[in-house]
């Protein structure tokens, strides 16, 4: 399964420039991949890490701002279907549970 977090966070000011590069940074450390600007995913093994991952990224989310996060299937994951722009190839996107690089 995968965790997706979207946010929309102001940056008008400086101090909230600084608290969304925070969140950013953050969200990298912990795991999540960017895929696409302030769309960022974390591939989990169970619905319970799942459930972890939200509180974890819910805790140190900021108090101004709009975070969501949704848990998909890694079956409805791969249904996503590009519309446009091209495909990244220095991305790992299969349903497989092993990969090997």
């Given at each position: 399964?995968?965790?997706?977090?979207?946010?929309?966070?102001?940056?008008?000011?400086?101090?909230?420039?600084?608290?969304?590069?925070?969140?950013?940074?953050?969200?990298?450390?912990?795991?999540?991949?960017?895929m696409?600007?302030?769309?960022?995913?974390?591939?989990?093994?169970?619905?319970a890490?799942?459930?972890s991952v939200?509180r974890?990224?819910?805790?140190?989310?900021?108090?101004?701002?709009?975070v969501?996060?949704?848990?998909?299937t890694?079956?409805?994951?791969?249904?996503?279907?590009?519309?446009t722009?091209s495909?990244?190839?220095?991305?790992?996107?299969?349903?497989?549970?092993?990969?090997?690089?």
């Open positions: 399964m995968r965790v997706m977090v979207f946010f929309d966070l102001p940056v008008g000011t400086a101090a909230e420039r600084k608290e969304a590069g925070r969140f950013r940074k953050f969200l990298i450390r912990s795991g999540f991949v960017m696409q600007e302030s769309v960022y995913t974390k591939i989990v093994l169970t619905p890490a799942a459930a939200i974890y990224v819910r805790g140190a989310s900021p108090e101004e701002g709009l969501q996060a949704l848990t998909v890694e079956k409805q994951f791969a249904g996503i279907e590009l519309i722009g495909v990244r190839k220095d991305t790992v996107d299969s349903a497989e549970r092993l990969v090997i690089l």
